[in-house]
């Protein structure tokens, strides 16, 4: 694949033009309470070195959200924790795909997005739309997409907030040692989550979707943010509402209210969620922040290359 | 495109081997009860010929369901009526796109399909998910898949079959006088009304969906059937679980039943309904049928010409 | 899809550089002359609300030109008229395909381009290449490519003229109200005609094809424009001929002609008429005139939603 | 490319079931007459060992048909004459184009197909449809598709035929040692010759096309066959028309009729031309035969493997 | 993706038809004998649980292989142990790739394949080709295609035994508790290992790659079996030559001759290692052997639910 | 294909930021020194206006290169001289692929490059690889990338000099009347020939391959620059040694150090080797130049109309 977007030097310069929806932060205050308690039990696997626990935690309306928790074997804490969100329609998985960061001496909370878990690594959690939302594209970004308050983000984006309390609430868990992560849809959710949640030790957010996302709809040639060109290119008449909707879930205006240490990357020839777009986030970052670069990737991005980079990054901040 | 599936005497030669699950009629005995009473507001149009009304009626769970009541300018009836349903992830559009049936002289009731037109004619209907149904795959098909009371197509079917109860309640129609016919998705749901509801003056399903579906999840290159493989392809312990469910919803099962006049038709390069499936829930019709094959067409099929010869096939039944 | 072409804002910047050939006026000047009398013959068709009524007159070199006449069934005018033109390789197709003008209260009079009407919808009117016409890449755009003479597109527009003549001339059009109408190829053939006829009295032109045809050939993905390219791929000495040649009948200088009142559509997302090539021949047009931009679609455009804006553009100046 | 048609076994055991036209051999008598003198103009090119002439000589209808004539430099005759048809949409492009036979020692007469030489190698002959043919898919297959009179390859094979008259009348070629050849659209050509020319030296036909077309239109997944099939997916009610039409020019009734010995080639993932539809001509072929088969080309066939084999094959035979 | 290979029912009625090369086993006796020791560095990562050694050992013609030794970070042996091979073109990663065997209380071998990884994740082994090795299609599968002494698979497969060697030298491995497993072309190299190696205590063969080779070159849509086709495209007279040359690195071959308990697995949409290829080996599979089989999966197969049934199987038979 | 890269006016106006490797002179000092005496070994041909000759010389490291030399029959010289290298994976093919400069009037030297010659005509040129390369992206461009002295294209653009040496040193041919010439990777290897060898009489480089190749892995959609990413896609650290060790053998160097009469030519719609990539080799070349461009061709450029270009520019400076 050739270069599509901008080039390195045009990303640096480049600066999102989205304006924040208002009421923005009134929006997301309920998110910011509370859930209920969350259940750990532990599950027999063949791992030895590792526990893992099948967490069941209250997320959007106490619906239940599943995960998986895993430690070192002998652990006794407090240990450091990574709460991890998946990407687009990928789940849990099996607790066979969740080693990395226990093998690492954290704690590991890798959560569910609700609904999906269909299109890469299997899901256990439903999602509920009690009040109906509309007509939608294949997919999940156009679901709810007339009213912020119906939106399939707004639910998942409460779900990942209380994925942190759920976190900080568990005994092995040094509750001022709590990173987020995610790669793609999961680096926006951590995102989100960096702006909604304060006292973050670290974020990671590698090639995140879910930013300065209008460009997103009018650049990418491939992945989600299609969804919303193939809804409106029916629903002709509510180019605004569906922007504005979708304002209340974008990285860029999250990222203006985050304050941790952020660890972002973006790979140049990414056509699923274009540099630019992850440049407009991370400019618009408030916390300390560095970038790193793939400019022969596509969206595949750094894979374990940034993964070990990110534990790194981790290390120096949450001593695991 | 070359042929892919059977040819055309093969087809003549295939049957379905899909095995009808236990207590389909107790499953389905429950949406043949009527639903409430209908709206029919009329609207204002660029139209002089014809009277467009904007309708709803209640649904699966009294869920309001929206739809175009079409008819000739001056008519004061009884009029024959033909109740049509879209292809898939259409919707009803807008009452310039519901000219045909009004303009030869019917009554026309043109429905959405909840939670659909997004994908290429607009719709008005909301679709609601009290219960959650769980991780699926972009799409309609794999929405509550596991169960079948919480599939999509439950809530969808009886939508169907309580738009002919709409339609025979409304003044202007013979109720003896009622068909039903749609394309595709649309020729799925006609065939589902036809062994549900019982004295329909005529049925028509071209290159019909939601018919003889695990082959034509092993079978289709292209389309819907797709989406329950890429479940599948995530959710590996589940295909036994997955054919139960849409065993309630296929139309080799629902033709058994059916007593109306009906008018098929396949075409033999179809990718997305292969020809063999529709030859499936074909030879399984239980009353007078007849099938046109289009030999050099794929999923479009016969189109305006055998709109046409569905008018001819109508007119014979149904006297406009 | 992304955005491959101008932004919204470059295209309303953008002028073509396309230069008239010399001679322009002079070369069409007997395109205006009047043809013969049209035969209008009633067919039977399904229809009850509508009347229906082969068409034959005669186009370039008196050749018989196919099309359907349609009218509310009961008028007995004078009706304002619509002339429309069909989309690259669609043809007339049935009755049944021409529902909408005469349901909005219009004479309708829909013709063939000759030769076509393979591609998508039934056409019924021959070609005729006395002369002989060279070698010639797959389809219509390089017939007769080294001389405006023998163009493809030197008989269709003397047709598309033609038409205009004939619906003038029925009895029940009242020949001061008639609009021209088309979707790209329909659309670039009634900017030709607002360009050589005289008093009509709107012209709707959606994403239309034909216009600023070099920047066509150079931009395109997809469609028709790729013809002249796939020609001087083989043809490399005959750039500026072709070129030439396609001068005659390029939008952007039938724009500067055109005085009726015109309503546009471009889409941004359209790579078979890129919408600079739109903007090129609207910013030439010398009428009134006024644009409909839909910025998630391709060359489907705006569908039934401009075919309603159309309808409402085209009432308030032609009164049905 | 993985196999898609039969494999080799079952190519050995296909017999073509297509029935030969009424009245065919009546349709080609006048073909055979012969027309008029060919013009030799020699032409100045840069090659030194092979003298060029350009080549003009009345084809079907009188109409003039441009070629290449190519011998050796110093040749004084008589010498055996290759006479060459081009690939679908090629023409005799230039001189440079046609070095093999005459270097070889034969006098090589390379003609155009009238209006082709767009696609891949130009050519510079006119074709002219004085009668009009109708509507067609962009391409030739359909043109005139309706009439076996009007039909572009009723053109074409009557200027092969006539190619063979004229370079049987030039002083230097010995008229009882020419052979006809070509690859895909001309080695159908050679077999039309081959069915219609008596006395033919040696034939040879590589991949191909014209050949059990019916088979053609069902299984081709690439290339002109397809042609066929976009026409009758609009004009649906023609299928039988369009393949009596299509049995006039079917290399499999020429074969029963030719006597010359014939070298043939077929590839076995040859998706253009399947091998089928090959082997389909090879078995009904009634003069002494042999085939090449490559299991793992597609339609590129044997190449210039396959050239140096047919120049075994003339020399055996032809003498140069 | 629709079915392309056989059904499941005909996969287990399908035998290969490869013959085995005369002086398969003389070939390869030589690999069996054993190379020189290996060495085992510890390597510092960020990973806590696990121990990590960089591993090289002597393998073809005693040219250093690269791989991750990986053990339970506490472990003081003896280990059960597994050797692990690489799919197509990828490498031994970086250690964070290789967690799983040694956190379910394995030793874990993970080696490079030479050459390879740069298609999805790095190696870094050089490959040596000291004696030339011929013309060669892009890829590794016809490097010295027309020598068995000279194939790249020939020092591969002699790599992977060597491999089985180093583990059991080490001093924490019990070198009768070793099994060998890979997906794709790691299984390819499993099975091979299987039959070259006596005394295996288990072997897992996931969607293997390198059976049943020209099966595979005839009918695999995607994938490195292509190659093969390419290089049989060119050079069209050594269709013989190559497939005896990779009759000497056949599964179906090795299979004969393997005694240790297997799990295979078996993708029936899978277009590059075709099932019915996969079940020719497993169907000459002369030890206890069982296939998993996923109805609705590609290449991909069963992932992790696949890794974690292969875990079970290991430990009723490793004891870890 | 629309346009992808610069227009003609940006190419005239772009200028490579390529910056010359250290050193680079001294690098290629040893391949200036002569090999050892060629071998020519007439062999027979159907061919009788032309001589052919199986040509052997030593190449890098004295390894053997094969060629064809081909002459006019009758020819006792001294002739001028064409050497010709062929495209990406392209070998010398059969005598017959090589009849256009003899048949002018030249000696034509056609040589293999070493490994290639599977992908489109075959070669039979081994290559060694005695030191071990390192892993590799399938294809030739990333053999040995990390060290210029194992690139691939060291032996390469030696074997390329030594042709000329062989070809002057042959007794037919005048050592001061010799050309280089090529297509895509022949026309790179023609301009490091004219960059390294003195004296030569004129140079032909056709949308030549390996110039400023760092835009052109950023650039190209298409063919072997992508080979570059897709092995820095994996090799994500290794981006400055790649273009460090690719900076040896990129045109845009040689192009500053040649001195030969050139004839350039490049294609706007080359997705392969795009068109800004040949002007930057083109502006840097220091000797008298010209270019022709088509405007509408892809990487097929000019094809036989260049080759005739190509002969007339030959014409006026070797006088055959």
Same mark, same amino acid.
Not at 43 to 59: A, E, H, I, M, Q
Not at 143 to 156: A, C, N, T
Not at 163 to 176: G, I, S
Not at 265 to 286: E, K, R
């Given at each position: 694949?050739?270069?599509?977007?901008?080039?390195?030097?045009?990303?640096?310069?480049?600066?999102?033009?989205?304006?924040?929806?208002?009421?923005?932060?009134?929006?997301?205050?309920?998110?910011?309470?509370?859930?209920?308690?969350?259940?750990?039990?532990?599950?027999?696997?063949?791992?030895? $070195?590792?526990?893992?626990?099948?967490?069941?935690?209250?997320?959007?309306?106490?619906?239940?959200?599943?995960?998986?928790?895993?430690?070192?074997?002998?652990?006794?804490?407090?240990?450091?924790?990574?709460?991890?969100?998946?990407?687009?329609?990928?789940?849990?998985?099996?607790?066979?795909?969740?080693?990395?960061?226990?093998?690492?001496?954290?704690?590991?909370?890798?959560?569910?997005?609700?609904?999906?878990?269909?299109?890469?690594?299997?899901?256990?959690?439903?999602?509920?739309?009690?009040? *109906?939302?509309?007509?939608?594209?294949?997919?999940?970004?156009?679901?709810?997409?007339?009213?912020?308050?119906?939106?399939?983000?707004?639910?998942?984006?409460?779900? @990942?907030?209380?994925?942190?309390?759920?976190?900080?609430?568990?005994?092995?868990?040094?509750? $001022?040692?709590?990173?987020?992560?995610?790669?793609?849809?999961?680096?926006?959710?951590?995102? @989100?989550? @960096?702006?909604?949640?304060?006292?973050? @030790?670290? =974020?990671?957010?590698?090639?995140?979707?879910?930013?300065?996302?209008?460009?997103?709809?009018?650049?990418?040639?491939?992945?989600?943010?299609?969804?919303?060109?193939?809804?409106?290119? =029916?629903?002709?008449?509510?180019?605004?509402? =569906?922007?504005?909707?979708?304002?209340?879930?974008?990285? =860029?205006?999250?990222?203006?209210?985050? $304050?941790?240490?952020?660890?972002?990357?973006?790979?140049?020839?990414?056509?699923?969620?274009?540099?630019?777009?992850?440049?407009?986030?991370?400019?618009?970052?408030? *916390?300390?922040?560095?970038?790193?670069?793939?400019?022969?990737?596509?969206?595949?991005?750094?894979?374990?290359?940034?993964?070990?980079?990110?534990?790194?990054?981790?290390?120096?901040?949450?001593?695991?």
């Amino acid at each position: 694949m050739p270069l599509s977007d901008l080039t390195l030097d045009e990303c640096h310069a480049y600066r999102s033009t989205a304006t924040e929806p208002p009421g923005f932060d009134e929006f997301w205050s309920r998110a910011r309470s509370s859930g209920g308690p969350a259940d750990f039990v532990e599950v027999s696997t063949s791992l030895k $070195t590792l526990r893992v626990y099948d967490v069941r935690f209250p997320g959007h309306a106490e619906q239940p959200v599943r995960g998986w928790f895993v430690t070192p074997a002998g652990a006794d804490g407090p240990l450091p924790c990574v709460v991890e969100f998946p990407g687009y329609n990928g789940g849990r998985g099996l607790p066979e795909d969740c080693l990395l960061y226990a093998s690492a001496g954290y704690a590991h909370l890798f959560i569910d997005v609700r609904g999906q878990g269909s299109g890469w690594r299997s899901g256990d959690t439903e999602d509920h739309e009690p009040e *109906g939302t509309g007509p939608q594209h294949p997919g999940f970004m156009t679901r709810g997409i007339l009213d912020p308050e119906k939106h399939f983000y707004r639910r998942v984006m409460t779900d @990942a907030v209380r994925a942190v309390h759920a976190a900080r609430a568990h005994p092995l868990v040094d509750p $001022t040692r709590v990173a987020v992560a995610g790669v793609s849809q999961g680096g926006g959710l951590a995102l @989100a989550v @960096a702006g909604l949640v304060p006292d973050l @030790a670290a =974020v990671s957010a590698d090639v995140p979707f879910l930013c300065d996302m209008r460009r997103g709809a009018e650049r990418a040639a491939t992945g989600p943010y299609l969804e919303i060109g193939g809804y409106l290119k =029916v629903h002709r008449d509510r180019v605004e509402t =569906v922007f504005a909707t979708l304002g209340h879930f974008d990285g =860029v205006h999250f990222a203006r209210r985050a $304050t941790a240490p952020a660890l972002f990357s973006a790979a140049l020839m990414d056509t699923t969620c274009p540099p630019s777009t992850v440049f407009g986030a991370y400019h618009n970052y408030a *916390g300390p922040k560095r970038i790193e670069v793939y400019p022969f990737n596509g969206h595949e991005g750094g894979e374990t290359v940034q993964h070990a980079e990110r534990l790194r990054f981790f290390a120096d901040l949450l001593h695991p």
